[in-house]
């Protein structure tokens, strides 16, 4: 049972443009939410996170909106970057807790100069 | 030091072999995590170790092992895998008592398991 699910494995835009990249969950229950971003041949890297109690949180170009009604929330990244190329993982716990964070499967980002 | 290092990066081993993955951290976390990911599939959980202590096991089978013999290393030990246990395996490790909810990953190690 998947409760973060990424239903784009990929994603295409030109430099200069906005990435958006999108992510669902089933559990009610989840209260943070976060994105990593994976570049080949290294781990996952924290890029930003929200809490349920907002729903959007900015740190330079990228911004993470939070819909609960909806159980969607999506990273926005403008401009985008050829940089930003690599794969986009969303996660979610349940009163951060780290000991049961769950991943969608990600979405690879590819940004074209 | 940010950083999680994993060895070995690429690991192949018979299903009758006996090899350990293993995982470092000098960030002072109290938690330390295995993760086992296959090809576009998202990370699943294997073990989390709190305070060198084993506080869940995701029901993995007994031919991994974990071990953390202190607060910066954590082990896997591996044997009589099969192949479909080929995958990349990740350590991560996290403050405990933040609320930041922020994973720090290593690189991960490539298992083949032939």
């Known amino acids: 049972d998947q409760q973060v699910k990424q239903n784009s494995p990929s994603l295409s835009v030109q430099e200069g443009r906005i990435s958006i990249l999108n992510c669902d969950y089933t559990n009610s229950m989840f209260d943070y939410f976060l994105w990593y971003k994976k570049y080949p041949a290294e781990g996952p890297t924290f890029l930003i996170s929200i809490s349920s109690i907002k729903d959007k949180n900015e740190d330079g170009r990228f911004t993470v909106f939070l819909n609960k009604s909806a159980k969607h929330l999506s990273l926005h990244i403008v401009p985008s970057q050829p940089g930003d190329s690599a794969v986009y993982f969303c996660a979610a716990s349940e009163g951060n807790n780290n000991n049961d964070m769950r991943f969608g499967a990600g979405t690879r980002l590819t940004v074209k100069p | 030091d940010t950083e999680v290092t994993q060895t070995p990066k690429h690991l192949v081993m018979g299903m009758t072999n006996k090899k350990s993955l293993k995982c470092e951290q000098h960030?002072?976390?109290?938690?330390m995590y295995w993760y086992k990911q296959k090809a576009k599939k998202p990370p699943e959980l294997m073990f989390v170790y709190s305070y060198e202590k084993l506080s869940i096991n995701e029901s993995v089978p007994s031919r991994f092992s974990p071990e953390c013999p202190n607060s910066s290393l954590l082990n896997l030990h591996l044997h009589a895998l099969q192949p479909e246990d080929s995958a990349l395996y990740l350590c991560a490790s996290s403050p405990l008592g933040r609320n930041t909810g922020e994973l720090f990953f290593g690189e991960g190690s490539r298992l083949t398991v032939l």
């Open positions: 960030m002072g976390h109290r938690a």
